[in-house]
């Protein structure tokens, strides 16, 4: 467990830096993430992911497949992966402020 | 936060052997980043009533252990050493021959003497001996024993959680000893003073909170399920409609939640259900029975039970008369030596029978519960399946032997014979590297996180080593097995170590061979991937 400072706001963060409190997440989580996941510049494909990837957990209370995530957007696992470097679980599902999938993943 | 892992496996590959210049009493344990997991969070411990739960980290000076923390780990020694008499023996009976120490995939890949099974033990044993044998009490060190330090606790902890219980060692030994069942005892002492990791714990409070690891709740399932469907539909034409929870059905099926979550696993669910439709088979899934694996197991004896007793409550809810099993790994393990004591006997259903060859599985007389290989080998063998092997020419298949399957219920040949009925082109590793002799992924019971990913490159390096091999011998670029924890973990191993070989389970591979009444002509395989021509092979 750690505590970032994120536009003057202590944030605590998982030993894999995923947020701990969900209501935690924000624009600037966002643009921090990108920051600690190798995602340069924020684009509006970044939003689409991570917004679908909300919505679903909204919906389901868990990430969805990463094949789903690929119909649902319409992005290729390579698209998908050039958006996030580090992977659809460990850098998407970070920015989107959602825990990370566990089990015999 | 960690570092991001960055050895290249050409620096991995370079393993240095040579022990230590002083012994290993000596010998300080050194917690090496990306070779250890998280500390279980409190939240998981205190969901599953586990003592002491709290946050920790196992690379803080301070675990944050209770004070009587040495009185708790021996009085729960002495508890199992009187309960359970293979515990005993094989604390006494171990003569350091030596058989087991090269045997360890963690010894290969990483050349630390204390992951030679032999020393993972006398870690413990030393302790066994200190405090209940009189020599140890008497001698001390001159007798093996030594006291149980912090700093003995942290090298216990340490190693315990670089065994992934796959029992290749005990294969070998002469005395059959089980190291995994010495790892096993192990994990449920340091349980007793909230020493989990992460990775455990956070899956089993899943399981025992929504029904299993990955946190699928039913609405989420039978989506996932409908998914698939679709994709099926894409492919062959035919349109799938299983039952959920549907009472009266003669079968349950209980699969790893993984095969619903996670690639390449969902191909292997796309599988399931393509044969089930085909067979026109009576049967169900469950959304509250909905994991075939436990980590409970990787937990405690009670923690295993208290996971595994969904499965037979649901079985009696629905009323079915036996129960069919997916491709889980350890499932089987729990499932063949664990199950029938711990929540059987489940004498309020039938023995297994199919009802489409009407094999009579003696085998599975007392659990009722079958695995989908020997149930599709049965099936094949009866000639009840059309088969087009011929639409995995593509592929150039080698098999590997899941740990759990092949040494803890001896299914070995039953997977091979549907491989070689749905593939032409198979290839096996070589034979010290497979059957009961098969190289775990390095990535079992638990262990297959993130965060320690340079242990599990170095524990999956002798596997890799073998399908590297078959790669370059024969152009093998598909390796098949029956395990949701190595469809996840295999993927990234050979990523790293060989890269272009990928991973299938068995039912993937029906899926793709399997003529279906009234499907549209084939053209893409169940990957959605164009299928090249059918006199593709190469």
């Not at chain 2, 023995?351 to 007389?365: L, Q």
């Not at chain 2, 049965?378 to 399946?385: A, M, Q, S, T, Y």
């Not at chain 2, 011929?390 to 299914?411: E, K, Q, Y």
Request: hydrophobic letters at 35%.
């Amino acid at each position: 467990m750690s505590v970032v400072q994120v536009k003057g706001k202590d944030v605590e963060l998982d030993e894999d830096g995923f947020l701990v409190n969900p209501e935690d997440w924000n624009d600037d989580m966002v643009a921090y993430f990108a920051s600690q996941e190798d995602v340069t510049e924020l684009t509006e494909n970044h939003w689409k992911v991570i917004n679908y990837l909300r919505d679903y957990f909204k919906k389901f209370g868990a990430a969805p497949m990463v094949r789903k995530v690929c119909k649902d957007t319409g992005f290729s696992m390579q698209e998908i992966y050039e958006l996030f470097p580090s992977g659809p679980a460990k850098g998407a599902c970070k920015l989107a402020g959602l825990p990370k999938p566990t089990g015999c993943v | 936060m960690a570092s991001k892992f960055s050895a290249t496996p050409e620096e991995l590959s370079k393993i240095d052997h040579n022990p230590p210049k002083k012994g290993w009493m000596d010998t300080p344990v050194e917690f090496k980043e990306h070779t250890f997991c998280w500390g279980a969070k409190g939240k998981n411990l205190a969901a599953l009533e586990l003592p002491n739960a709290r946050d920790w980290s196992p690379a803080d000076e301070d675990w944050k252990l209770p004070e009587n923390w040495q009185k708790i780990f021996l009085d729960g020694m002495k508890e199992r050493l009187g309960k359970y008499r293979s515990f005993r023996l094989f604390m006494d009976i171990c003569v350091r021959c030596g058989a087991c120490a090269d045997k360890c995939h963690f010894f290969i890949g990483g050349g630390d003497p204390k992951n030679m099974p032999v020393l993972r033990a006398e870690l413990l044993r030393s302790i066994y001996r200190r405090y209940f044998t009189v020599s140890g009490r008497m001698f001390g060190r001159a007798a093996r024993a030594r006291d149980l330090t912090i700093d003995v606790l942290k090298e216990l902890w340490y190693y315990y959680y670089q065994c992934t219980e796959c029992r290749r060692c005990s294969v070998f030994c002469p005395y059959g000893i089980d190291q995994a069942e010495i790892t096993i005892i192990g994990r449920e002492l340091f349980n007793l003073l909230g020493l989990n990791i992460e990775w455990i714990a956070g899956p089993v409070a899943n399981c025992y909170r929504v029904g299993n690891h990955v946190g699928l709740e039913p609405h989420t399932i039978t989506s996932s399920v409908e998914f698939f469907c679709d994709d099926i539909e894409d492919v062959t034409g035919i349109r799938i409609n299983p039952t959920f929870n549907r009472k009266g059905a003669e079968i349950l099926f209980v699969a790893p939640s993984g095969d619903l979550f996670a690639d390449p696993g969902t191909y292997t669910a796309m599988g399931y259900l393509m044969l089930f439709h085909e067979l026109g088979l009576d049967y169900t899934w469950s959304t509250y029975a909905s994991e075939g694996g436990n980590f409970g197991f990787f937990t405690s004896n009670e923690m295993g039970k208290r996971l595994n007793a969904k499965i037979y409550a649901e079985a009696k809810r629905l009323g079915v008369k036996w129960i069919l099993g997916g491709e889980c790994g350890h499932m089987w393990r729990v499932l063949h030596q664990y199950m029938d004591t711990w929540n059987g006997p489940a004498d309020f259903m039938e023995v297994p029978v199919s009802p489409i060859t009407g094999t009579r599985f003696e085998n599975a007389k007392s659990t009722k519960m079958v695995h989908i290989a020997e149930f599709t080998a049965d099936l094949i063998k009866h000639g009840k399946l059309k088969l087009d092997p011929s639409r995995n020419n593509h592929l150039n298949v080698t098999w590997h032997d899941s740990c759990n399957p092949s040494r803890a219920m001896g299914l070995l040949d039953e997977p091979r014979y549907v491989l070689k009925s749905v593939c032409n082109n198979f290839y096996e590793m070589p034979e010290n590297t497979i059957r009961e002799k098969t190289f775990c992924c390095g990535s079992g019971t638990g262990l297959n996180a993130s965060e320690n990913i340079e242990l599990r490159m170095r524990g999956g390096f002798p596997r890799a080593n073998a399908v590297k091999h078959v790669r370059d011998a024969h152009g093998v670029n598909m390796m098949s097995c029956i395990c949701a924890i190595d469809r996840a973990t295999l993927k990234a191993l050979m990523e790293y170590w060989v890269p272009d070989v990928e991973i299938s389970g068995l039912h993937e591979l029906v899926g793709n061979a399997l003529i279906m009444k009234g499907e549209k002509e084939r053209t893409l395989d169940l990957r959605l991937v164009p299928l090249p021509g059918k006199a593709a092979k190469e």
